[in-house]
């Protein structure tokens, strides 16, 4: 244990970021310095809260299964490279959990019963930065090699994940990318603000100095790659191709210009800010914006087009308004649904809850210029008398994901599809195809890059063991984990 009395002498501190005015100018990480840096001067106090529980409950509410009374412990006792390998023993990439994670395994802190939580995704990245900045993470090359191939289509959270153990255990490993660069919604969908691209290269570095192969601008299905020559010419598949079909809004005026859904504003600003040139940029200068979506793709937008320079900026949201304390419906260890205040909304814009848009409404050019909206209630019904319109000259739809894109390799390969439209999976993550594996979005839907990278590990594990009959790789989750609700 840390400290026996960390919790009762400390209170629960995190660091300051940038002012607002000075980070707004760039596309930097909020933070002075990198988030690792700045906590370096408290982390060591946090640390020392951790209660090192008899049944630490943080281990349920992370599916990574994190040693997280360990390395806090090994924290507060000054051990950052004993940390550095316990954390690395059940995540294969803490400084991506470290910056973008919600941190489930904070609000499933013994200490959040009735204090504040323990700050863990703080001691998380403050560990990961000291080790890369120490050039203590290094490569880990297989003694030997399999012989087996495995082809890894995508390269987002799970995929890498996926791509890093197998890698490890000694098969060769390539990763597929259609996107120029390797890294999924990693490197184009999450902004320089949230994480810096840095983070990313290095690792991927890593996982090329171990032997995984990375062929990027390739998108299987499409051209002479397709599933049947991808499986004639692999031992095994893992398929982490993401969720990526966008929930629409299917009102009218849906067809009018200056419509887009977050993953065609982001990717684009995101090229911005990484220094490429973007023709025909959706951009926000200047223009009254909206948001549908109030999660937390609907705040990269928000925080992306503050630094575009945008007039006005709103963002609607149909769920109402969070509490800022714990519902009662949602009792620790439960993730609650509380009120949040993310980076970018500190930064400016309106949050509107409990309405609905019924309406685009356009200008003879076909422009959009306005959304006709209507407050509802609590069963999501219009509330009468409550119509109004909001200007609007761009408006982004960040309102989730529906499943797998299915045209091209999902209908090559034949695989079933479960009752959502995502991939079916058995208990070994294996689809309906043998030899055919899945793991992350693909087949759980929507969800957290903790879950995304367990099930990376998980879907490793079961690989291996289908290429040799056995594995010693951890498989931290079975495909049927859920988050525990009440």
């Keep these: 244990m840390a400290d026996p009395k960390g919790f009762l002498k400390h209170d629960r501190q995190v660091a300051g970021r940038r002012d607002v005015e000075e980070r707004v100018k760039d596309w930097n990480e ?32 992370c599916p990574l ?93 799970a995929g890498l994940a996926a791509a890093q153990q197998l890698t490890r255990a000694g098969h060769t490993v390539a990763v597929y990318e259609r996107a120029d660069k390797p890294g999924g919604l990693l490197r184009y969908g999450i902004p320089e603000f949230k994480m810096e691209k840095v983070h990313l290269d290095r690792r991927l570095d890593q996982m090329r100095r171990e032997g995984t192969i990375f062929r990027s601008g390739v998108e299987v299905g499409q051209g002479t790659l397709t599933g049947e020559r991808l499986q004639q010419r692999y031992d095994a598949v893992v398929l982490a191709v993401g969720s990526t079909v966008a929930r629409d809004l299917p009102v009218p ?32 200068d200047g223009k009254h914006v909206v948001i549908i979506g109030g999660g937390d793709t609907g705040a990269d937008c928000l925080g992306t087009s503050i630094r575009h320079g945008a007039a006005s900026i709103t963002q609607l949201e149909i769920m ?27 930064e400016g814009g309106e949050r509107v809850y409990s309405i609905s848009t019924t309406e685009f409404v356009g200008d003879d050019e076909g422009n959009v210029t306005a959304l006709r909206v209507v407050e509802v209630d609590a069963k999501f019904q219009p509330v ?18 529906v499943g797998p894109e299915q045209p091209g390799l999902v209908e090559q390969l034949g695989v079933e599809l479960d009752e959502r439209g995502n991939i079916k999976r058995e208990k070994n993550y294996e689809s309906s195809v043998p030899g055919v594996f899945v793991a992350g979005d693909a087949g759980r839907g929507q969800s957290l890059i903790v879950w995304a990278i367990a099930e990376g590990r998980a879907a490793a594990a079961a690989v291996d063991e289908f290429l040799t009959g056995s594995t010693e790789l951890p498989s931290p989750i079975p495909p049927t984990a859920r988050p525990l609700v009440v």
């Design 65 to 157: 299964g994190n040693l997280i009374p360990e390395w806090n412990d090994l924290v507060f006792r000054d051990d950052w490279d004993g940390a550095m390998d316990r954390l690395h023993k059940t995540n294969n990439f803490p400084e991506f959990t470290g910056r973008l994670c919600p941190a489930p395994c904070e609000t499933a802190c013994v200490l959040g019963i009735n204090q504040n939580p323990v700050t863990i995704k703080n001691v998380e990245v403050s560990i990961i930065d000291r080790a890369w900045d120490s050039g203590y993470v290094r490569p880990e090359a297989p003694e030997w090699l399999s012989g087996k191939t495995v082809a890894v289509v995508g390269s987002g959270p």
């Design 253 to 284: 005026g849906r067809e009018l210009n200056g419509i887009h859904q977050a993953m065609e504003f982001l990717p684009q600003a995101n090229r911005e800010a990484l220094g490429q040139t973007v023709e025909g940029q959706i951009r926000a």
């Design 30 to 61: 909020v933070y002075p310095g990198k988030v690792g840096r700045a906590l370096l001067p408290i982390i060591t106090t946090q640390a020392s809260r951790c209660m090192d529980c008899g049944i630490p409950f943080c281990h349920q509410g």
């Design 384 to 401: 009468p008398g409550t119509e109004r319109e909001i200007p609007a000259d761009l408006v982004l739809l960040a309102m989730g994901f």
């Design 320 to 346: 109402p308004e969070p509490t800022p304390d714990r519902p009662t419906g949602q009792p620790w260890p439960t993730y609650p649904m509380i009120f949040r205040v993310s980076s970018a909304h500190e």
